[in-house]
């Protein structure tokens, strides 16, 4: 890294970091047994502890920013579990955030990671047309044929081990045709109890369309009337953990003014990730006189499907397994930012003739983290391996997840144990629509 480039970055963190909340870390160390990079690597470089050390160092002008210290801050995963040890309360995801974003705003990047960033952050997840043409193209690489064609002439292995990885695990997808049909409003399928907003976000309504489909469903079946507004966008979650704060901030001002005409109770989430990044708009915009107070009454408003669904006693339906063992995986974003990992665990656990099994350390990152698995793979499949060790000692049968990326993520770790034949991967909304229209069909029979 040169000179120039490391002075820049230097005076970027003097701008950008909230000094304030870094002298907030006392060095307790509490943090580190809760740190998935720590836990692997043994190095206080790569804990939340060692990270605030360094960011401070930055500022202070003690640290150069250099190419050892970009490593520390890339390898965080962002999952926010040294926030829920820490005894003073420091904010570490907001940290990890303006490091990043005063690292990219002058770090000098190859012609790959430039054209990958440009691509990814600003024409494709901010633009919902370009994302359902690309998913498009996916659905026409598994329906065709060309899919089974790659795959025995293996012209897979000319790419990353990752993405071969993840290409065997992804989803079926919808076809182009059906990604371009969403209504904005569904009304209660029983008494109404309320009214409520979807998120539906970029790759919730496209690649896992079935998992957004199933969401809404169940909402009706709890008594509540849907609005879908059409001119939200993408959360910013990205953006934001990648550094690109300002584009994130104008994903969020437009998610706001497309959600502040619904009138409804609550704005409903299906994807931790997502959920985790929406519930911090008030702090994001928190310099922003005029956005700042609409994004404290917009977040106000957020709630995960599974803590919406508890408190519409949505547990108390007598729904009915077929005798599975099954586990929870929770949500970084969800258990860290929302603060929602009872609620899940409960709606599980009041299903009939199922044994649920909580799995040790669920609520340890599975290394999907965003994009994570995909820019820090080798740290990513390590956690997952660990993660899978856990599994087969829960003797799940059924693994349950709650944002798209641990469910790709757990998937990816169930085909590399070569437990395909005998472990499924759920999406938590597609797996209690599946057992509410089961009991339902059996009350019918029934009567």
């Given at each position: 890294m040169k000179v120039a480039e490391m002075e820049n970055i230097r005076e970027a963190f003097v701008e950008t970091m909230d000094y304030e909340e870094l002298l907030n870390c006392t060095r307790c160390g509490f943090c580190l047994p809760s740190c998935p990079t720590y836990i692997e690597t043994g190095d206080e470089v790569h804990s939340p502890?060692?990270?605030?050390?360094?960011?401070?160092g930055i500022v202070d002008g003690d640290i150069e920013p250099s190419e050892s210290v970009k490593q520390s801050i890339d390898l965080c995963l962002g999952c926010r579990a040294c926030e829920t040890a820490c005894p003073s309360g420091v904010r570490f995801g907001r940290l990890?955030?303006?490091?990043?974003?005063?690292?990219?705003?002058?770090?000098?990047?190859?012609?790959?990671?430039?054209?990958?960033?440009?691509?990814?952050?600003?024409?494709?997840?901010?633009?919902?047309?370009?994302l359902r043409q690309m998913i498009g193209l996916l659905s026409f690489y598994q329906r065709s044929g060309l899919q089974t064609t790659t795959?025995?002439?293996?012209?897979?292995?000319?790419?990353?081990?990752?993405?071969q990885s993840m290409e065997r695990v992804l989803p079926a997808v919808p076809r182009g045709k059906q990604l371009r049909q969403r209504e904005?409003?569904?009304?209660?399928?029983k008494e109404k109890r309320k009214k409520v907003a979807f998120f539906s976000g970029c790759l919730m309504d496209t690649m896992f369309r079935q998992t957004n489909d199933a969401t809404i469903k169940l909402l009706q079946y709890a008594g509540c009337e849907i609005v879908v507004p059409e001119n939200q966008n993408c959360c910013g979650a990205l953006h934001g953990h990648s550094g690109k704060q300002e584009k994130a901030r104008e994903l969020a001002r437009a998610n706001i003014t497309a959600f502040e005409e619904a009138g409804v109770d609550y704005i409903v989430t299906n994807a931790g990730g997502c959920g985790g990044f929406l519930v911090d708009y008030s702090y994001l915009l928190k310099d922003d006189s005029k956005w700042a107070k609409r994004a404290q009454v917009f977040e106000r408003k957020i709630v995960d499907i599974t803590k919406l669904l508890h408190r519409l006693d949505f547990h108390k339906f007598p729904l009915k397994g077929n005798g599975e063992t099954i586990t929870f995986q929770d949500s970084c974003h969800l258990r860290n930012a929302q603060k929602t990992f009872i609620e899940p665990r409960e709606l599980l656990q009041s299903i009939d003739n199922i044994n649920y099994v909580e799995m040790r350390h669920a609520d340890q990152c599975c290394g999907s983290a965003g994009i994570y698995n995909l820019v820090e793979p080798e740290m990513s499949m390590q956690l997952l391996d660990g993660k899978m060790q856990q599994v087969e000692r829960t003797k799940a049968e059924i693994i349950v997840t709650a944002n798209p990326g641990c469910y790709l993520q757990m998937k990816l770790g169930v085909e590399r144990a070569g437990l395909t034949d005998?472990?499924?991967?759920?999406?938590?909304?597609?797996?209690?629509?599946?057992?509410?229209?089961?009991?339902?069909?059996?009350?019918?029979?029934?009567?």
């Open positions: 502890r060692g990270r605030i050390a360094i960011m401070k990890l955030e303006q490091a990043r974003e005063a690292i990219y705003r002058h770090k000098k990047l190859s012609l790959k990671e430039r054209v990958a960033r440009r691509a990814a952050f600003q024409y494709l997840f901010p633009k919902k047309k370009r795959r025995k002439l293996g012209i897979l292995k000319m790419f990353p081990d990752s993405m904005q409003s569904f009304p209660a399928l005998q472990i499924q991967v759920w999406q938590m909304s597609d797996f209690l629509l599946d057992l509410y229209e089961q009991a339902k069909e059996s009350l019918v029979l029934e009567k």
